[in-house]
């Protein structure tokens, strides 16, 4: 299985201050038709797990645009341009390349 | 929207069906999901089926033992699980094919 390695495993913020998280994979998720399918989560205590951005950079509907995603091959990253209260919680990155879908261990972000 | 039900405590080498139903797009054409979710082991893809059911993947772990199942005219997503095992303990989500959509998960507990 692709395994995914997230870093780093705990992030403290400051509000209003950026955030960037790593996501390295151990196989290139380029698919046969020269997409990268790559994707990131966002989940708040006690809710579901929800998709800010596939395919490497492509927001999903409704996600802040302090939001974006960047990378290639196996290194990618999320960022976030200023952070807000909102966004505490754990951020997950998830290849579906290669089968079975694999996830990273998880980033926990927390306001300092 | 997606709503699942049917988690339970459940002893080891026993069988329990869980079920999701689907709202508000087009079930019927959508590749969908089972994801499972442990403090131990974080985020695992759990299988996927076809948009017809003509095709089904599982992740090793579960493979032989659980079965994902579709009914179109009824909006709704099964997995029947049997011979559970104590690792099979988690949050179970219905989610889209590629996880754009999730529900608000249901618990399974294996345990004597």
């Known amino acids: 299985d692709v395994v995914m390695t997230q870093s780093p495993l705990s992030l403290p913020v400051t509000l209003g201050q950026p955030a960037s998280i790593s996501c390295r994979s151990s196989?290139?998720?380029?698919?046969?038709?020269?997409?990268?399918?790559l994707n990131w989560f966002h989940q708040r205590p006690g809710q579901s797990p929800r998709r800010l951005i596939n395919?490497?950079?492509n927001r999903d509907s409704g996600v802040p645009d302090r939001f974006s995603g960047s990378g290639s091959g196996t290194d990618f990253t999320l960022k976030i341009s200023r952070v807000e209260a909102e966004d505490v919680g754990l951020y997950y990155c998830?290849?579906?390349?290669?089968?079975?879908?694999?996830f990273g261990q998880g980033t926990k972000l927390e306001i300092k | 929207h997606l709503v699942e039900s049917g988690g339970a405590l459940v002893q080891p080498g026993g069988s329990l069906r869980l079920s999701c139903i689907a709202s508000g797009f087009t079930f019927s054409r959508s590749w969908m999901s089972w994801v499972r979710q442990t403090p131990g082991r974080g985020l695992e893809w759990v299988g996927s089926i076809k948009e017809d059911g003509s095709d089904k993947y599982y992740v090793d772990s579960v493979r032989g033992r659980f079965t994902i199942s579709r009914d179109n005219t009824k909006n709704s997503l099964d997995l029947q699980m049997s011979n559970l095992r104590g690792e099979d303990t988690a949050v179970y989500y219905c989610?889209?094919?590629?996880?754009?959509?999730w529900g608000q998960g249901t618990l399974v507990t294996v345990s004597s």
């Open positions: 989610a889209t094919g590629m996880a754009s959509l």
């Open positions: 998830m290849q579906g390349a290669h089968w079975p879908n694999t």
């Open positions: 196989q290139s998720l380029v698919h046969g038709d020269g997409n990268t399918d």
């Open positions: 395919k490497v950079s």
